[in-house]
């Protein structure tokens, strides 16, 4: 179904035309975005969906916070779902050092984010991911077209920013943003790909904007409503500085669920999850926390290596098989066996 801005609540589509009966035609506010089918009260009730963005705005609309662990890479996702988590944030900054070996410059392109989520969601399709997507990687067709490669990759929601093209990290200084009708394009053009999807896409379009540091709070909190009201799901301010910040900007929001994004050492203080949660936030993703473990982990295993000339003590007893079982060695050979395969009998 085609993106509708109404302009009065006449020309609101009836829920039923929507395809759902759970909305009325009051929710539908003059020179807002509004599509029934995707109204959060359609999502309160029945079991989790095996469909990964249907089961990411489950969770959006069911009470809890929804606590995403920044994943870089096949064996720090593999890690993440060993430990229960039931969602994953495939951090941009992360998958960009880790496939390159590259800061966070803006250069990754959008061919290295898909193909890095479409590796992360195969290994569980139906735990949702959200993907960072930059600015976009271009114009509004550009933005168009990483939404609809970033879901036929399985990916459940991405976020979008409002930072110029040769962006950088939003936890550094120097950032520069474009303007407030430059970013709404950006956010306008992933909601028309996202309803574009033939059968109805739930991807959930996560408006972020880098602005609090280079224009102030109040600009930045008027661009997410902005965005919400043309048609982001989920607002995202980066570099939240205290709690007081972000429990004034979850109500200036409200009742759009929030973002914050927490890493050591970077603008926004180390929030627990649990805190987040009472300061209102509804996501909370933690971007570094994967691969900062991972630096720290291999620089201490090659240093040890090059001064003792073994490996012994950085594996920790584990044996290959033990790490092959981590990354899903069992399920593997099961399913050779079900399939009449011989070849994994003895591993």
Do not use: W
Not at 232 to 260: H, N, W, Y
Request: charged share 20%; net charge negative.
């Amino acid at each position: 179904m085609p993106v509708t801005y109404f302009s009065n609540t006449e020309n609101a589509a009836s829920p039923a035309e929507n395809g759902s009966a759970a909305t009325t035609l009051e929710t539908a506010r003059p020179g807002v975005y509004y599509n029934a089918r995707l109204d959060p009260k359609n999502y309160l009730e029945g079991p989790f969906s095996t469909n990964p963005a249907t089961r990411l705005r489950q969770m959006l609309a069911r009470p809890g916070i929804v606590v995403a662990p920044g994943i870089c890479d096949g064996i720090s996702a593999r890690c993440a779902l060993e430990a229960g988590f039931d969602c994953m944030y495939q951090s941009g900054a992360a998958t960009t050092a880790s496939r390159l070996g590259q800061p966070d410059l803006a250069i990754a392109t959008m061919n290295d984010f898909v193909g890095a989520a479409q590796m992360v969601c195969s290994l569980d399709p139906t735990v949702p991911v959200i993907a960072d997507a930059d600015t976009g990687f271009g114009g509004p067709a550009n933005v168009a077209r990483t939404v609809t490669q970033y879901a036929r990759a399985g990916v459940a929601g991405m976020h979008i920013e409002d930072q110029v093209q040769t962006k950088r990290c939003g936890h550094l200084m120097g950032k520069q943003v474009v303007s407030r009708e430059e970013f709404l394009t950006r956010i306008r053009a992933a909601v028309i790909a996202r309803d574009s999807i033939p059968g109805g896409s739930d991807f959930v379009i996560i408006g972020r904007t880098d602005s609090a540091q280079v224009l102030g709070m109040d600009e930045a909190v008027t661009r997410l409503k902005l965005a919400a009201d043309a048609g982001a799901d989920v607002c995202f301010i980066e570099g939240v500085k205290t709690e007081d910040l972000l429990r004034s900007t979850v109500a200036a929001l409200a009742p759009k669920p929030v973002l914050v994004n927490v890493i050591s050492g970077g603008l926004t203080p180390s929030f627990t999850c649990k805190e987040a949660e009472e300061m209102g936030a509804k996501i909370i993703i933690f971007s570094l926390v994967s691969c900062v473990a991972m630096l720290h982990a291999v620089r201490a295993a090659m240093h040890s290596l090059k001064k003792t000339g073994t490996d012994f003590s950085s594996a920790k007893g584990m044996d290959p098989k033990s790490f092959f079982e981590v990354m899903g060695l069992n399920e593997v050979v099961e399913l050779d066996a079900k399939a009449g395969g011989s070849a994994f009998q003895v591993v």
